[in-house]
Nanobody
Framework: QVQLVESGGGLVQAGGSLRLSCAASGRTFSNYAMGWFRQAPGKEREFVAASTWNSITRYADSLKGRFTISRDNAKNMVYLQMNTLKPEDTAVYYC????????????WGQGTQVTVSS
């Protein structure tokens, strides 16, 4: 089991930046791939970004260049730097973890709200 707690959400104006953090506890953090997902009102949860244990990253095509995922295995932390935010980025952002043989959805944080005003 791994427990995930997100922080760093809030209200920001369009064009601004936010950095989300996710603190992991429980099993060995470096055994897990870490990811960020988001869910806007009335929409399905969607993939944002992911990082393997050794920081190989991938992103949703629509977010490349604006969002950056990073992790610090020594601190059991994963981050999502979000730049040039747009109103359509408004959503609850979730931290997720999975093992190499697991699936996204095995472990979720409680989510943090990001609201981008126009």
């Amino acid at each position: 089991q791994v427990q995930l707690v997100e922080s760093g959400g809030g209200l920001v104006q369009a064009g601004g930046s936010l950095r989300l953090s996710c603190a992991a506890s429980g099993r060995t953090f470096s055994n897990y791939a870490m990811g960020w997902f988001r869910q806007a009102p009335g929409k399905e949860r969607e993939f944002v970004a992911a990082s393997t244990w050794n920081s190989i990253t991938r992103y949703a095509d629509s977010l490349k260049g604006r969002f950056t995922i990073s992790r610090d295995n020594a601190k059991n932390m994963v981050y999502l730097q979000m730049n040039t935010l747009k109103p359509e980025d408004t959503a609850v952002y979730y931290c997720a973890a999975k093992t190499t043989t697991g699936s996204w959805g095995d472990y979720w944080g409680q989510g943090t709200q990001v609201t981008v005003s126009s």
